[in-house]
């Protein structure tokens, strides 16, 4: 199973919005609405953000928005903070009955 | 509230097998799979398989194919993840999530391989 691709870096100013892609295939993000996001501070334990294509968790901030359109899933943070500043990944359930995760975005504030 | 708490960390041989454990708390055991997550220092999150532990039944990623167990123990709420023939690649913090959403997380658990 290869690697949901995700761009490796985005960056915005505070207040902005931004959009981290993740792209996969018809047997993991196009066909399976088990598409999750996860910030990763490093040295800190990964957060999920959202689930299910669109979820948020109890907790998550309101700026954080997910979507999917055929094989690609997006992350939409909008108005930016510094403490956005992270590492984000996706994750997919597959068609083999397992998960795959993206590469990883790292997410700059400017 | 729910917990996972991950065994210490492990210093092992190269070639020799290390197992992590993950005691669950807060919510029914057998309700969520549990999955186990890896990472290199300064590389991405990698999935190593999930255990049903319910059924006992699992799923592993290619990678650890015929090299990684996973297995639980209804009567104490853990999860248990083995690895062998470990090399210096498997020196990364391991991780144990609940549910396919990867909603909740141990802490971590770092293993070091060195001769």
């Known amino acids: 199973q290869s690697a949901l691709t995700q761009p490796a870096s985005v960056s915005g100013s505070p207040g902005q919005s931004i959009t981290i892609s993740c792209t996969g295939t018809s047997s993991d993000v196009g066909t399976y609405n088990y598409v999750s996001w996860f910030q990763h501070h490093p040295g800190k334990v990964p957060k999920l953000m959202i689930y299910e294509v669109t979820n948020r968790p109890s907790g998550v901030s309101n700026r954080f928005s997910g979507s999917k359109s055929g094989n690609t899933a997006s992350l939409t943070i909008s108005g930016l903070q510094a403490d956005d500043e992270a590492d984000y990944y996706c994750s997919s359930y597959t068609s083999s009955s397992t998960l795959v995760f993206g590469g990883g975005t790292k997410l700059t504030v400017l | 509230q729910v917990q996972l708490v991950q065994s210490g960390a492990e210093v092992k041989k190269p070639g020799a097998s290390v197992k992590v454990s993950c005691k669950a708390s807060?919510?029914?055991?057998?309700?969520?799979?549990m999955h186990w997550v890896r990472q290199a220092p300064g590389q991405g999150l990698e999935w190593m398989g999930r255990i049903n532990p319910n059924t006992g039944g699992t799923n592993y990623g290619r990678n650890f194919q015929g090299r990684v167990t996973m297995t639980r123990d209804t009567s104490i709420s853990t999860a248990s993840m083995e690895l062998s023939r470990l090399t210096s690649d498997d020196a990364v913090v391991y991780y144990c999530?609940?549910?396919?959403?990867?909603?909740?997380w141990g802490q971590g658990s770092l293993v070091t391989v060195s001769s």
């Open positions: 807060g919510y029914t055991f057998t309700d969520y799979y």
């Open positions: 999530a609940r549910s396919d959403s990867l909603d909740y």
